[in-house]
């Protein structure tokens, strides 16, 4: 247990989750509005009194029903990046991407799950003439529009999958990829009138799937904060087949501690960390387009699930288990979540490897430093 887990939990709020947990949110909205505690924070100054924040934005998402799907209307998750300890943690997580690209002499780079892309636009842009060619693989069809702009402002080659990782490496990516910067037409599918064409469209799909995964590797295979997103038992069916597409996978997490899913201490996490959140944004955008949906979702069994945290330890294990080797955890930054770690790993045990590389700071899961073994 790390030692945040020590600050008292707001009771009521952790009634109220355990009364989600149960399928009960009306029996959770009623104690977050009990008359035991009348005063809910006003939410101006972002923050209020010990667990009155996190409570009146709780009660205020679950009262109003409002939209789960957190990536499909981006507009809280982008004012959640731009802010509080996210500034920090997308510097560091770029300045470890740009690491990676050099490190490794990356030419080609797979992103899975690239968000509106600032981490890896960044990082590749950060480069120069040495950045590497892009592949940004993202369901989210508002934060790939914002992707594919970043990367045209950057200069950038890149290439965008409207896909989930998985749609991607089973070769469906369903809008086919699009190079903002031509060599493959951005055009697919429009006539010059600006209408649809069956035929041009059938060819950029083609060419899309072509581009998912038959064949082809990438120097590199990465995923910020994305990977989480998906459930345990898929995401090391994904991760295994990662291992046809790059010899090198990069993946930006959090450590979080490991739980009795929803049991008492998981719902204290909770109401501990969340608190924390709220306290880094005003206003109620954050709180309810993006931060109750993804607290909501991780507690009641009814709603749409955003994510599954695990430990760094169960992240390398995972990996090994999807049969990469080389596994190596480093701490990234502090977050209110947990603690950002990188996680990367080896398709095949590299045969050389070079001592001084930034690589050898990392440390294999069982405490070996990187490349003390062939
Ligand atoms: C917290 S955001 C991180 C975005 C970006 N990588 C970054 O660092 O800013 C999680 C992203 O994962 C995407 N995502 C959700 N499910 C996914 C899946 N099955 N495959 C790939 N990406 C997924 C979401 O649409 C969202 O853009």
Redesign the pocket.
């Given at each position: 247990m790390t030692s945040s887990m020590s600050g008292s939990a707001d009771d009521v709020m952790v009634r109220a989750l355990t009364e989600l947990a149960a399928c009960r949110p009306g029996d959770a909205l009623a104690t977050l509005t009990s008359g035991s505690h009348p005063e809910p924070a006003t939410p101006t100054s972002g923050g209020g009194p010990a667990g009155g924040r996190l409570r009146h934005e709780l009660a205020g998402y679950l009262a109003a029903r409002h939209d789960s799907r957190v990536?499909e209307h981006p507009t809280a998750f982008r004012a959640f990046?731009d802010g509080g300890g996210n500034v920090e943690l997308y510097r560091a997580?770029t300045a470890q991407l740009a690491a990676a690209y050099r490190e490794l002499d990356a030419r080609t780079v797979l992103d899975?799950?690239?968000?509106?892309g600032?981490?890896v636009v960044a990082a590749a842009a950060s480069l120069g003439d040495r950045a590497p060619r892009l592949d940004l693989?993202?369901?989210?069809a508002a934060?790939l529009a914002d992707a594919s702009a970043a990367t045209r402002a950057a200069g950038l080659t890149a290439r965008t999958h409207q896909a989930?990782?998985?749609e991607f490496l089973a070769g469906q990516d369903p809008q086919g990829g699009q190079d903002p910067q031509g060599g493959h037409d951005p055009q697919a599918g429009q006539d010059p009138q600006g209408g649809q064409d069956p035929l041009a469209e059938a060819a950029g799909r083609c060419r899309g799937l072509l581009a998912g995964s038959a064949g082809r590797r990438w120097d590199l295979v990465e995923?910020?904060?994305?990977l989480h997103?998906?459930a345990p038992a898929e995401r090391t069916e994904v991760l295994a087949a990662l291992r046809g597409l790059a010899d090198t996978v990069l993946i930006v997490e959090f450590d979080v501690p490991e739980f009795d899913d929803r049991g008492p201490a998981h719902l204290t996490y909770l109401a501990q960390r969340y608190e924390r959140g709220l306290a880094e944004y005003e206003g109620s955008l954050v709180a309810r387009g993006f931060l109750m949906p993804v607290l909501v979702g991780q507690v009641d069994p009814g709603r749409v699930r955003q994510t599954w945290e695990q430990p760094a330890a169960r992240w390398a294990e995972q990996l090994q288990e999807a049969g990469w080797h080389d596994v190596t955890v480093a701490p990234l930054a502090d977050h209110w979540w947990a603690p950002a770690i990188v996680v990367t790993a080896r398709a095949l045990r590299p045969r050389v490897v070079r001592p001084d590389s930034a690589l050898s700071r990392w440390r294999r899961q069982d405490g070996r430093p990187y490349g003390s073994s062939p």
């Open positions: 990536y990046i997580t899975l799950g690239s968000g509106d600032r981490a693989v993202e369901p989210s934060l989930t990782a998985q995923a910020t904060f994305a997103a998906i």
